[in-house]
């Protein structure tokens, strides 16, 4: 569904992502790992538009994407979960979902639907989301993004600095999208949080596809990673 | 006159002043807001307003009334679109860079002022106000003889100048519940909070600038329109509001739009009140060493929230 070829980013003179390739179907969680600094996020933003992919391609539903204005990508229900959670702080839950729902015009049952996978936000509807504790904040990083019914759902490192628990929401969360065929593309660092999951896992090292894995040869030895990553 | 209604005087002139001005700072305010653009053209889109105002109103020969109203609604249209196309040809290609936009404003700025000049002409023109009745203002006094109502002479205010603070009144109200309610408010203010989340949840960020640009100069415009007047139509005339925006939007607390009603409201009265009782010069030195103080001691303004 979604497809990254060979695609090359930079910052200005700086080159980041060299060749990157990769790919993601409907209903299968797909992991991005790597080292702080090994362009995860860079990946991310370049699928959806912010930033200019210098050569290479990218691709939903085998039409090339990489050329359109960044916002007329969450129009192709491309969601995004971002790294930091990014939420409009100065405006309530209720707002920020709204932001969502704008983008595909969705009604009360597609934010009764986000709603129902984080009860917690539910309540505070009419909270300033820069108040939320960092978990909730993370719900509604979530819930936004799932405002816009994505197909695809990008999530930059979700589960960055939060208690188990709450991983194990965003967690429970994620298995109940792949379940109604969401492609989910999962940036992680925490290689437990990995193994459980993932469908299949691309392992990136200096903005390279270093190896690709099945989530059968993960779970076996996860040394692989753990080596890598160097933890 | 006595002081107590030579001070309510002063007060309503400050009143006019602030109402015309928070119009004024608050175009300003937004744009600088959302767009990160300081916008040193503001002034000229001010004078654009009352020199359409006065064009409107002198050729539309019916009643200078009818020609009155005409402007209030042609003038800020005609800026904002014009403001629109200085975006597009402008800003948009410096992708709205905060340093290269100011210099870009500033050369707009000589641009709008010099073809003024070549076709408005160097002088000062007037323009009617559509109605102008003087009310005779009471004061009241505790004498000898207990209660006592006085006219005391010259003391009154013209229906005009009630006019135009009542009409800036209702457009911030007005502009306010659009910024909180509306749907397109709130894709201004999530502009403003983060462009690229925005962008990430589809809101074309470009043609909110666009529209938000036109909009900070169709209010500069109105409040052109509503005080020409007073003060009649000049093409020089867009350097004091362009300063006491500045002023007010620095005081306010940069980008806040109640911070910046209130900085109207305390520069307009004061204005008002050190001009009539002493001079209109004091009154900008105050303001200006004011803001000094305000960068110094505290630099998100005096009603902006503290930056974390
Ligand atoms: N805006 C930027 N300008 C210049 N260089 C940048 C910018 N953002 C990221 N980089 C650089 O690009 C490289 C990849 O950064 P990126 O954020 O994609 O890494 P990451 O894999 O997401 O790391 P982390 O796990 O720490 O989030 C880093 O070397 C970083 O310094
Ligand atoms: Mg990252």
Redesign the pocket.
Known sequence: MLRLDRIDVS??R?Q??FGLSLNVSAGEIVCLV????????????AIMGLLQISSGSIEMDGERISHYPPHRIPGLQIGLVP?GRRLFSELTVAENLEIGLMVRGGGRNVRQRALEMFPRLQERLDQIAGTLSGGEQQMLATARALCIEPRVLLL??PTEGLQPSMTAQIRNAVLQLKKQEVGILL?E?RVDAVLALADRVYL?EN?RNLRDYSGREINDTPELLIKHLGI | MEFGPHFLLATLEGALTAAVLALTAVGLSVVFGIMRVVNVAHGEFFMLGAVIAWFVSTTVGIHPAVGFLLALVVAPVMVGFLAIVADQLVLRRLDYDPERTIVATIGLLYCIQQVTLMTFGPDARPVIPPFNQRIALPWFELGEQGFQVTWPWGFGVTTYKLAVIMFAVIILVGLWRFLARSKFGLIMRATQLDREMALAFGIPIERVYAIVFGLGAGLAALGAVLIVPIRQAHYLMGGEPLLLSFIVVIIGGLGSIPGTIMAAILIGLSDGIISVFFSPTLAKIIATLLVAFVLVYRPQGLFGRRLP
Request: hydrophobic residues 35%; proline residues 0%; without cysteine.
């Open positions: 910052y200005g700086v980041v992502l790597g080292r702080n600094g090994a362009g995860k996020s860079t990946a991310i933003k790294q930059d490192e940036v660092q990136i903005g």
